[in-house]
C-alpha cells in the first residue's frame, strides 16, 4: 500500500511539473541547441531570406584569432573580477549596516533598493546624464570641491570609460546581493555570537568565525549570479559608449549582438554567444563543487 502511494505521489508530481519542463524546453534548450547549431554555419541574408552553408568549426577558429575577441574577452575578465570583488565588499557592509539596530529601520531598506528598482534603460539613462562631460552632476561636485580643475569628458577615454561603466554597474548590482547577503544574516543563529562571547572572542573574531562561515553559502551565490550578471552586460554600454572610443568598452556580450545584428554575422555572432554562455555554464558548476560538501554534510 505504501509503495503504491508513493508510486501515485511521484506520477502527480511528474504531471504536475510537466508544463514547466515543456515551457523551458521551448524558451531555454531550443534556443541553445539553435545556437549551437549556427555557430557551425555561414549564414548571409539574400533576397529570398537566409542562406546557410555548414562550415564546422571556422567560426571558432576565427573567433580565437581575432585581436577585436580577444581583447574583448581580457575586457570582459577584467570587468567581471573587480566587479564581483568591489559589489560583494560594499554589499556586505551595507548588509552588516542594516543588520544593525540602528540600520534597521525601513526607509534604509526603501532607499537601498531604489538603484536595483529602476529599469536597465532607465538606469543607463540616468548615468549617462550624470556623466555628461558639459552639464553632468559628476563633474560639477568634483569642480565645486576642487578635486578636478576642469570638466573631465568621462566617456572620451578607453580606460577611463570602461571603468565608468564599471562603476554605474556596481551601483546597480549592489542593491539586491544586499538584501541576499541581509537575509543570510538573519538566518545566524544569535546563541553562536553569545557562545563566541563567553569564549573571550573580540568583535574581529566573530565576525570571521561566525558571520563570514554563516554567510558562506549566501557569498558563494551572489559571487556567481554577480559573476553571470557582469558578463551579460549590454544596456550600460549600448546606452553610454555603443562600444566606443575605439572599442574600449566592448566587452563580450555586446560583441555578440553586434556581430550578430550590426554586422549581420548570424553565426560568428552565435559562436561568440555560446563562448559566453560556457563560461556561465562553467561558473554555476564551480558554485555547485563549492557548496556540495557543505550539503553533503548536512545529508548525513
Known amino acids: 500500500m505504501s509503495n503504491e502511494f508513493n508510486l501515485k505521489r511521484k506520477q502527480m508530481g511528474i504531471w504536475f511539473t510537466l508544463p514547466t519542463v515543456i515551457i523551458l524546453i521551448l524558451v531555454l534548450i531550443y534556443p541553445i541547441f539553435a545556437s549551437i ?41 577584467y570587468f567581471t573580477a573587480i566587479e564581483v570583488v568591489a559589489i560583494l565588499s560594499l554589499s556586505l557592509l551595507a548588509a552588516l549596516l542594516l543588520n544593525h539596530p540602528i540600520g534597521r529601520h525601513s526607509f534604509f531598506r526603501v532607499v537601498l533598493i531604489i538603484p536595483w ?17 558639459n552639464y553632468g552632476i559628476l563633474n560639477f561636485i568634483l569642480y565645486s570641491l576642487g578635486i578636478i580643475h576642469e570638466y573631465v569628458v568621462w566617456l572620451g577615454k578607453p580606460w577611463l570609460a570602461l571603468n565608468m561603466i564599471l562603476l554605474a554597474d556596481i551601483w546597480k548590482g549592489i542593491p539586491f546581493i544586499t538584501l541576499l547577503l541581509l537575509a543570510g544574516l538573519q538566518n545566524i543563529p544569535n546563541y553562536l555570537y553569545r557562545a563566541a562571547k563567553l569564549d573571550g572572542a573580540n568583535t574581529w573574531q566573530q565576525f570571521v568565525h561566525v558571520t563570514f562561515v554563516g554567510l558562506k553559502t549566501p557569498l558563494v551565490i551572489s559571487a556567481v549570479l554577480q559573476s553571470i550578471w557582469a558578463l551579460k552586460v549590454f544596456d550600460l554600454i549600448y546606452v553610454l559608449t555603443k562600444g566606443s572610443p575605439a572599442d574600449s568598452t566592448v566587452l563580450l556580450n555586446y560583441l555578440a549582438w553586434r556581430e550578430t545584428f550590426s554586422n549581420l554575422d548570424i553565426g560568428y555572432g552565435a559562436a561568440i554567444a555560446n563562448i559566453l554562455f560556457c563560461m556561465m555554464f562553467l561558473l554555476a558548476l564551480a558554485y555547485i563543487r563549492i557548496l556540495r560538501p557543505r550539503q553533503t554534510r548536512r545529508g548525513e
Open 37 to 77: 547549431v549556427l555557430s557551425f554555419q555561414k549564414v548571409r541574408f539574400l533576397g529570398q531570406g537566409l542562406s546557410k552553408e555548414f562550415i564546422g568549426i571556422a567560426n571558432y577558429i576565427s573567433i580565437f584569432s581575432n585581436h577585436t575577441f580577444q581583447s574583448a574577452f581580457i575586457r570582459s575578465i
Open 117 to 133: 528598482a529602476l529599469s536597465p534603460v532607465a538606469n543607463a539613462v540616468l548615468w549617462k546624464w550624470i556623466y555628461n562631460a
